[in-house]
């Protein structure tokens, strides 16, 4: 149903600071299945959030294409590919001054009528009383503009939705909650992209994608996946800082 050939988003300035180009998504070529539950991983900087703004249409892409039910929408805006169906929720979700969780919903869906909209909220887990009538400013708490984001999206009932990081910054009394709801009320009509570290997610997933470099170094299940997991190699800076781990890196 998602279809990547040969894609690339190249900027120019390379990460060893000469400037020429890089290839932060490097090639990809990969075929999402309908219904299907993905779950796209790798270390920071590999490319994921990239990715899934070039499915989304919010970075353009620069070579190769991105065909959706067989139709090429490469060039296609964001708002012409949110009709076709695909919905996204960012890693950053903006804020609005001035707009209600009410606003955004009937934005997202088109529906206004309260009872419908009471519950769309109550299928998410999301209290209305407590949310509806709330500004998505500043004022939210990080795991609240992150709950309110990802009703959003599946009010939108949408045929691919996209999620970066759903669950950060969200407690840990939701996160069961949460993957078990975006597999049950999406799939099977709904083909779902999680980007995510959480072993919660992976535990779930049909199909594990792991990124590197902006190239996929694996597609598969989690079983199989593990020991790339526990790879330290597969960090996205390791050539350049290849024999320096003892003065500090993290991985
Ligand atoms: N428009 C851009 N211009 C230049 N560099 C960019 C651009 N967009 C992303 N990058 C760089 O590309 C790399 C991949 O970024 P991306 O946000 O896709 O990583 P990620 O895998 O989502 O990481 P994280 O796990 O930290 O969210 C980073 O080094 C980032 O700085
Ligand atoms: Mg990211």
């Known amino acids: 149903m998602l279809e990547l050939k040969k ?8 990460d060893d600071g000469n400037n020429g180009p890089r290839n932060i998504i490097d090639g990809l070529d990969f075929t999402f299945e309908k219904g299907k539950f993905y779950v796209v991983t790798g270390p920071n900087g590999s490319g994921k959030t990239t990715l899934a703004k070039l499915i989304m249409g919010i970075n353009p892409v ?38 209600t969780f009410r606003d955004l919903l009937s934005i997202a869906t088109g529906v206004t009528d309260e009872k419908k ?13 407590s949310f509806l009538d ?6 939210l708490s990080g795991g609240e503009i992150k709950k309110i984001e990802l009703a959003t999206t599946i009010a939108a009932n949408p045929k691919l939705a996209i999620y970066d990081e759903p669950d950060t910054g969200i407690d840990l009394w939701t996160i069961g909650p949460m993957v078990k709801l975006l597999k049950k ?17 992976l535990d779930v997933a049909d199909v594990i994608i792991i990124l590197k470099k902006g190239r996929i170094v694996y597609t598969g299940d989690l ?15 390791h050539e350049r800082c290849e024999g320096e781990r003892d003065a500090g890196c993290l991985r």
């Open 7 to 14: 894609l690339y988003f190249t900027v120019q300035g390379s």
């Open 134 to 139: 709330k500004e998505v400013d500043t004022t």
């Open 117 to 129: 909209i009471l519950e769309m909220v109550t299928r998410v887990g999301i209290c209305p009383m």
């Open 62 to 99: 620069t070579g190769g294409s991105i065909h959706f039910e067989g139709k090429d929408i490469s060039n296609l805006s964001i708002t012409e590919r949110a009709k076709t169906g695909i919905a996204y929720s960012f890693q950053q979700p903006a804020r609005f001054k001035g707009i």
């Open 185 to 201: 009320e999406l799939t099977p009509h709904t083909t779902t992209i999680v980007v995510s570290h959480n072993r919660a997610f």
């Open 223 to 237: 079983q199989n996946a593990l020991p790339l997991l526990t790879d330290l190699s597969i960090c996205a800076y």
